[in-house]
């Protein structure tokens, strides 16, 4: 493949590439063709032609699920045990340090991975806990005006349902994040009265014309089924605001004829979810001694057989949650592609990662059509089996039809933040 930082300005027409065929309008698997680029943008025809000996070219990523500002925690608040509990505590002690500076740092750490790496919009979700509002909502919307134009941000509060109510504090958080553009978050999982609050929670929303978006049943507990409650009260309540629901990994744990009927409850209410694959392997089934058995990957495929809007994201980036990960959205399509086995089962699921997230959470599409914006990552690879087999560390990812530079940043910058205080 070409290396594009060789290449001199102008228009080009890279020939001899690989496509999905879902992106270009066509049926089947993969298909060769050529691009044209001119003035940092896909156009429909002409400049100097390269041959690309079947470069595979996506556009650039969308990653809907992700925790910014949990992120690169791991070296000072490591996960003791690995498990979901552990997780939670751990990162509820390190809460004492999530300074202004701290999170903002660790944050920009995160996105510069992301950017290099091929990703053009993300939605984070922010702990608002305890005061944690007023600390990150602020510097979140400072690191959204300097990397616009680079990567697109969302930001969504997060809470425990337990402590939400129609008249606490909460109401403080709701209003900060109208007012810095957000989305409503929330975690469900069983507690008395969880109905009421699902249907408070949405009526914050709705008064202030906001999305909202939940995880749920994060758990193979079979009896936990926060997601059937979310969309009955949605269908009843008729909240039409897009809601989008990540994990949903009890339906897995759920008999069969139950977790489908709570999946066409989903379609009914119009749901979008997004699926976690590798922060759910990491965490689900975890027991000292002992090999797990699930995977804690919700229902995908059943999912997408219903016109359930289906997208997979990051997750946790190297924090008490997942201690991996680098916000590679490639990764996580290569690792659902293994953990949910989606080979052999439709040809278009790269869209989980492209137009299915923009959609869910408003971005502009990723596109291949003539006029769209030239932001593209460029793979040595010309079939899936060559994608995923590497981690493709050589790819090329043009940002307005130029290369940009993907050095990734040292961990070392953030020894400092690692101290004990």
């Known amino acids: 493949m070409m290396d594009f930082r060789t290449l001199p300005d102008g228009p080009l027409r890279l020939e001899n590439v690989t496509v999905p065929a879902c992106l270009v309008g066509q049926a089947g698997g ?33 990653d809907m699920h992700t925790h910014l500002d949990k992120g690169h925690i791991w070296p000072r608040s490591p996960n003791p045990h690995g498990t979901f509990t ?77 402590g939400f109510s129609r008249d606490g504090a909460f109401r403080d958080t709701a209003d900060i994040v109208a007012d810095h553009g957000g989305v409503l978050g929330m975690v469900l999982y069983p507690v008395d009265d969880l109905a009421d609050r699902i249907e408070g929670f949405l009526e914050m929303a709705a008064a202030r014309g906001l999305e909202a978006d939940f995880h749920v049943d994060e758990t193979l507990d079979p009896g936990s089924e926060t997601l059937r409650a979310l969309a009955d009260i949605v269908t009843a309540t008729g909240f039409d605001a ?54 804690g990957i919700t229902l995908v495929h059943e999912a997408r057989a219903r016109g359930i809007s289906v997208s997979f994201a990051s997750d946790n980036t190297r924090d008490p949650f997942y201690a991996y990960g680098d916000l590679d959205i490639l990764e996580v399509l290569r690792q659902a592609t293994r953990i949910g086995h989606l080979d052999h089962a439709g040809d278009d699921w790269v869209r989980t990662v492209l137009d299915h997230p923009a959609a869910a959470c408003g971005f502009a599409a990723p596109s291949l059509a003539p006029g769209a914006p030239a932001d593209l990552v460029l793979f040595r690879a010309r079939e899936w089996t060559e994608l995923f087999a590497r981690p493709q560390a050589d790819r090329i990812v043009l940002r307005q039809g130029r290369a940009i530079d993907r050095t990734l940043p040292d961990y070392a910058e953030l020894d400092d933040l690692m101290e004990t205080p």
């Not at 429909?44 to 990523?61: E, H, I, N, Y």
């Not at 119009?270 to 000292?288: F, I």
Request: a positive charge; one cysteine or more; glycine letters at 10%.
């Open 30 to 62: 993969l298909v060769r063709t050529a691009l044209s680029l001119d003035g940092g943008r896909i156009a429909g025809k002409g400049g100097t032609p390269v041959d690309m000996g079947g470069a595979m070219v996506l556009p650039c990523f969308v």
């Open 86 to 162: 552990g997780a939670l505590e751990t990162v509820r002690a390190d809460h004492a340090r999530w300074s202004a500076e701290d999170v903002g740092r660790r944050m920009d750490f995160a996105l510069r991975c992301a950017f290099a790496h091929g990703t053009r919009a993300i939605r984070t979700h922010l702990d608002s806990m305890e005061g944690q509002d007023a600390i990150s909502w602020p510097m979140f919307a400072a690191a959204r005006d300097r990397w616009r134009g680079r990567i697109d941000l969302q930001a969504a509060c997060l809470i425990g349902c337990d």
């Open 242 to 295: 897009p809601v989008t629901v990540g994990h949903c990994c009890s339906l897995s744990a759920q008999a069969e004829a139950r977790a489908l009927d709570t999946l066409d409850r989903v379609a009914a209410a119009g749901l979008n979810m997004v699926s976690l694959p590798m922060c759910n392997l990491y965490l689900q089934d975890r027991h000292a001694g002992r090999t797990p058995r699930m995977r």
